[in-house]
């Protein structure tokens, strides 16, 4: 039974789930809160499948445990990986980030040529292709497999002098027609402003760019106002990380508004 006050529960391999965090906050302001990443093990996109799905099947059982009433999964390699999995596994409403996506994406492009960027993992699931072909066969589709831009971005993205480069080295491979860029990892609209920054230099057709948090967050709140289960009162937003308290919270701070009020905890898987 789900009640109103429980919490809503966010995760992610990391901390780049918390730009999902941020669209539910403003959307849904009066929610109570558990976001969960597993920072000790990140980067997940370069892991083979059953480790992965191990590695999520603790942090949902954790997730559980909490009493929440809806689990939103805030990282494209999980939802890729593990999505069908937890569907089976559990009875609790499950809402992730790449169909989410795929819908805005396939909404917003007039030319049908659509290109995403994300991890190794994700990539080679063939998860966002499946996703969009159920909306159109005719999309064109150009994948980028972007290996070292979530540790980069986790590990303080700005000090990294080679991040341009390494920026480039990425977009220059979507197609040069697409008019529509999927940022197929949630820590990649972290670094939005120097995707579009190397975009202005280099040769493509981008008008949109898709941040799958926006439509997850609407996805959310269809469901609890469908089932009655929206919540008028907020009171906590825990986070949890599965590292070091001391090292993460510089990066939550970075991504959460000033006004936003968290506790910072640490989960022992
Ligand atoms: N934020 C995760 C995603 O959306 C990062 C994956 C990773 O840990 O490599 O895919």
Not at 82 to 95: A, E, F, S, V
């Amino acid at each position: 039974m789900f009640t109103n006050s429980m919490p809503i529960a966010v995760f992610d391999s990391g901390f780049g789930g918390i730009t999902v965090l941020k669209q539910l906050l403003k959307l849904l302001p009066n929610e109570n809160y558990i976001y969960l990443g597993d920072n000790a093990n990140i980067p997940y996109g370069s892991k083979p499948k059953n480790q992965i799905i191990e590695l999520t099947s603790k942090m949902v059982d954790f997730l559980i445990k909490q009493n929440c009433k809806i689990i939103v999964i805030a990282c494209n390699t999980i939802a890729a990986s593990t999505y069908d999995i937890l569907k089976q596994k559990y009875n609790i409403p499950i809402i992730e980030v790449i169909s989410n996506g795929v819908i805005d994406a396939v909404n917003n492009t007039k030319n049908n040529n659509i290109s995403i960027m994300a991890t190794e993992f994700t990539v080679n699931s063939k998860a966002y292709i499946e996703k969009i072909n159920e909306y159109n066969k005719n999309i064109k589709i150009t994948q980028v497999a972007c290996k070292e831009l979530c540790p980069m971005i986790e590990n303080d993205w700005n000090s990294h002098d080679n991040r341009f480069e390494v920026l480039e080295d990425y977009l220059k491979n979507i197609d040069s027609d697409s008019d529509t860029l999927i940022l197929g990892c949630t820590h990649y609209p972290l670094i939005i402003n120097d995707i579009k920054e190397v975009l202005k230099s280099t040769n493509n057709s981008i008008k949109n760019i898709i941040d799958p948090a926006y439509h997850t967050a609407l996805s959310v709140k269809e469901y609890l106002e469908n089932n009655n289960i929206l919540n008028d009162n907020h009171q906590y937003l825990d986070i949890y990380t599965t590292e070091s308290i001391q090292k993460e919270s510089k990066l939550i701070n970075m991504i959460l508004p000033s006004n936003i009020y968290y506790t910072l905890k640490y989960a022992n898987l």
